[in-house]
């Protein structure tokens, strides 16, 4: 369990913010004039070129632009287009998610939780505002879009994780069964460049990770900041040049770093699983929160150049 106002504390800002994503968009676009945003775009291919680069949409329009910010995610067409050799890769387990209305007794707003179970089983807790509670419940998988997984519904999950403490019983039971999400979980290869010519590839476009270390979001977050701050002062070919320096390393290594807790949080071997829980249980909370610092140890202001 974390406990996210210590964390706050020990590092000077805020260490962690749980939102639900339609809240984020809302804000995201709220400081956007509506003339900004084209809708029905749905980006098929892309090319660069000397100046910059054209971009091909499926109902027949190009878009040619001196510099392509592609944001959009794994599937990226755009990555596909102008990286031709990255690949995503099934992480060998699926997920539930949802959001619960109501905070249950006893529960601590300021701490985010997730339980391990039997057979690579787990389930997280986090209050969101609204008094609501996001949770997620995971479990492995033999293959992407598993048709005995896709069947499981709320029903289903109940059972299966029938053997988690309190509250997970009462937030699954207060739960609408058609707001249940159901998601394989996919990460990309490391790449080893997030620009191509004038296009620039932020967030899971450039670097999707495991959900297991919460860094999705953030990751993209840092991103549009460094790149921001880089465009302010830069050329634009010295700030993509720079944007790789700082972001390929960084995103890399919190990429492999969530890999692994997934590897080690979803073992399944009946003999190894008491095993690796009793040696969780016992690292200190301060050891911990040490391995936090390459996630939240983090100063944007001012953005220096790579050494």
């Known amino acids: 369990m974390t406990d996210l106002a210590a964390l706050s504390q020990r590092y000077g800002h805020l260490s962690m913010a749980v939102l639900h994503r339609g809240g ?111 949770w997620f419940a995971c479990c492995g998988a033999r293959r992407i879009k598993d ?24 937030v699954l039971a207060s739960t609408s069964s058609d707001a249940v999400i159901w998601t394989d979980i996919e990460d990309l290869d490391p790449m080893p460049s997030f620009t191509h010519g004038r296009i620039v590839l932020l967030g899971d476009a450039a670097h999707a990770v495991t959900p297991d270390l919460g860094q999705g979001a953030g990751l993209s977050i840092e991103d549009a900041a460094v790149l921001a701050s880089l465009l302010g002062r830069l050329p634009i070919d010295e700030t993509l040049h720079e944007y790789d320096a700082r972001r390929v390393g960084h995103a890399h290594r919190l990429a492999s770093g969530s890999r692994l807790y997934a590897k080690v949080a979803q073992w399944q071997n009946p003999l190894v699983v008491p095993l690796r829980n009793r040696v969780v249980k016992s690292i200190p909370e301060r050891f911990m929160d040490r391995q936090l610092d390459a996630v939240l140890d983090i100063d944007f202001e001012p953005v220096q150049a790579a050494a």
């Open 24 to 134: 984020l968009h809302h804000a995201l676009l709220s400081a956007l004039p509506q003339s900004a945003i084209r809708l029905g775009m749905k980006c098929v291919g892309a090319r660069t070129h000397e100046a910059g680069a054209v971009l091909r949409f499926a109902n027949g329009h190009t878009v040619e632009a001196d510099l392509v910010l592609a944001c959009d995610g794994v599937h990226s067409a755009i990555r596909k287009a102008v990286f031709p050799k990255a690949r995503e890769r099934f992480a060998r387990y699926t997920c539930w998610r949802a959001i619960s209305p109501g905070i249950p007794a006893g529960f601590d707003p300021t701490r985010l939780s997730e339980s391990w179970g039997a057979a690579g089983k787990r389930i997280g807790l986090a209050a969101i505002p609204g008094e609501r509670i996001y």
């Open 147 to 170: 048709p005995d997984l896709a069947k499981i519904g709320l029903t289903e999950l109940h059972a299966m994780f029938a053997e988690f403490h309190d509250p997970v019983p009462e």
